[in-house]
């Protein structure tokens, strides 16, 4: 079992910048690719950005360019560094490991991200 933990939201201006934190333990050897999902009311969880155990990333659109996804050596916590911040990125972030061998994915409890206009 994989359990992730959040830390790193909280109230920025537009422009601003947040990191976002989370950090696995338990089973952290099981864990593939890892990456960043967000919701905000009303709407669908999406996927923000993701990272694989080789280091490759891919984003959405809508934050490439402002968004960076990255892992530390041990590959058992991710962060997602947030520029540029809009108010279009208020949402609850959530991390999410996707483990190997047909096991299921882990999900942190989420972290608020407000930007005020």
């Known amino acids: 079992q994989v359990q992730l933990v959040e830390s790193g939201g909280g109230l920025v201006q537009a422009g601003g910048s947040l990191r976002l934190s989370c950090a696995a333990s338990?089973?952290?050897?099981?864990?593939?690719?890892m990456g960043w999902y967000r919701q905000a009311p009303g709407k669908q969880r999406e996927l923000v950005a993701a990272?694989?155990?080789?280091?490759?990333?891919n984003y959405a659109d809508s934050v490439k360019g402002r968004f960076t996804i990255s892992r530390d050596g041990a590959k058992n916590t991710v962060y997602l560094q947030m520029n540029s911040l809009k108010p279009e990125d208020t949402a609850v972030y959530y991390c999410?490991?996707?483990?190997?061998?047909?096991?299921?994915?882990?999900w942190g409890q989420g972290t608020q991200v407000t930007v005020s206009s």
């Open positions: 999410n490991a996707q483990r190997i061998g047909g096991l299921s994915n882990s």
């Open positions: 338990g089973n952290t050897f099981t864990i593939n690719t």
């Open positions: 990272i694989g155990s080789a280091g490759s990333s």
